[in-house]
């Protein structure tokens, strides 16, 4: 079964600090997405990335910015925090072929005081 | 992206088929029909996916209409696992984004 792991189930930050969220999948998976989820909005998609060092904007990627170095991991950084931030994040990876499924991780529910 | 349309809610017996509805009336062509589903406090996982023909799995079974601007989500024998929110998703032959609508939350009574 395919794994993808987020480092943090829950988080508290401060307004300000940076903050990183980590995800690791181990399937070989090409695509890579991060995805924030919030009452009333649905799934929203933060960044995605199809290869290492590369990454792409999604539909919300104010206020964030992504990391892949390695083809297994890829970082969402929030530069810094504020409270409307404060959300579920949800990590996701694919193969690249268009009819490959999404594999999700469990999230990280990130409060921001 | 094409946009997808699903009743807000569904309530089904346990036991008992469950048929989720789905529109997509401005499907193109080349995408493909994908079905994820949310148990609470747990990422979406995938339940099935679809281009023009019908589709069975372990989980699920999917129908395609004819024209493609809708599709169906069969559970044949609804357990109180599989209360959850559903989501249809189009998936455009090109592009590598995923867009997930509001779903349809499955209650199911024992």
């Known amino acids: 079964d395919v794994k993808v792991t987020q480092s943090s189930r829950y988080l508290v930050k401060r307004t300000g600090e940076k903050v990183f969220l980590e995800c690791v999948q181990d399937m070989d998976h090409e695509n890579m997405f991060w995805y924030r989820q919030d009452p009333g909005l649905g799934l929203r998609l933060i960044y995605f990335s199809y290869d290492v060092k590369m990454k792409e904007k999604g539909d919300i990627p104010e206020g964030y910015s992504v990391s892949r170095e390695k083809k297994e991991r890829f970082s969402l950084i929030l530069e810094s925090a504020s409270t409307n931030q404060t959300s579920m994040y949800l990590c996701?990876?694919?193969?690249?072929?268009?009819?490959?499924?999404?594999?999700f991780g469990n999230g990280t529910r990130l409060t921001v005081t | 992206d094409a946009k997808t349309t699903q009743p807000n809610s569904m309530e089904s017996n346990e036991e008992e088929p469950v048929h989720l509805p789905c529109n997509h009336s401005?499907?193109?062509?080349?995408?493909?029909i994908h079905w994820y589903r949310q148990l609470p406090s747990q990422g979406p996982e995938y339940v099935i996916h679809?281009?023009?023909s019908n589709v069975n799995n372990r989980m699920a079974s999917l129908a395609i209409a004819e024209d493609r601007k809708s599709s169906t989500l069969i559970l044949h024998r609804a357990t109180l696992r599989d209360a959850a929110v559903y989501y249809c998703i189009l998936r455009a032959n090109y592009g590598q984004n995923f867009v997930f609508g509001p779903g349809t939350r499955l209650s199911v009574l024992p």
């Open positions: 679809g281009l023009t």
């Open positions: 996701a990876s694919s193969f690249g072929a268009v009819d490959s499924p999404l594999h």
């Open positions: 401005t499907i193109s062509g080349t995408d493909y």
